[in-house]
């Protein structure tokens, strides 16, 4: 039987990958384990702050709806969303937003080619 602590967490985790995992999600899964321990390690947390932490989790799922996936709103509050697209967007382009345009359900349009500045036909 082996002995987990904190000291090997990580490199005990790492371990149950098997040879025929896909390389690059390995690596994607170890760099994930390794700043994740490292940041429950840095900032002390404790048992209820990782309850409500999951809580939080939770909760996303539960008020996800197929039009709105709180999960992505989620990486966009986070800035997930707007790193992955600074880190793999060409920097000459134009930088892409997760300040909207938000489409949603049944809610007043534009008309096409309008100008943005018109107010919304009612």
């Known amino acids: 039987m082996r002995s987990v602590t904190a000291e090997n967490i990580t490199e005990t985790?790492?371990?149950?990958f098997g040879k025929d995992t896909?390389?690059?999600?390995?690596?994607?899964?170890?760099?994930?384990?390794?700043?994740?321990?490292?940041?429950?390690?840095?900032?002390?947390?404790t048992h209820d702050?990782?309850?409500?932490?999951?809580?939080l989790l939770k909760w996303t799922g539960e008020i996800?709806?197929?039009?709105?996936?709180?999960?992505?709103?989620?990486?966009?509050?986070?800035?997930?969303?707007?790193l992955v697209d600074m880190i793999n967007s060409?920097?000459?382009?134009?930088s892409s937003s997760v300040l909207g345009a938000f489409p949603c359900v049944r809610c007043p349009g534009h008309a096409i080619r309008c100008r943005l500045q018109t107010p919304l036909r009612r």
């Open 13 to 16: 985790f790492l371990g149950y």
């Open 22 to 45: 896909d390389p690059r999600v390995k690596e994607i899964m170890a760099s994930l384990a390794h700043h994740l321990h490292g940041f429950i390690k840095d900032t002390k947390l």
């Open 49 to 55: 702050e990782w309850r409500e932490s999951l809580e």
């Open 64 to 82: 996800t709806t197929p039009e709105r996936n709180e999960f992505v709103l989620l990486s966009d509050v986070l800035g997930v969303s707007s």
């Open 90 to 94: 060409n920097p000459a382009a134009t």
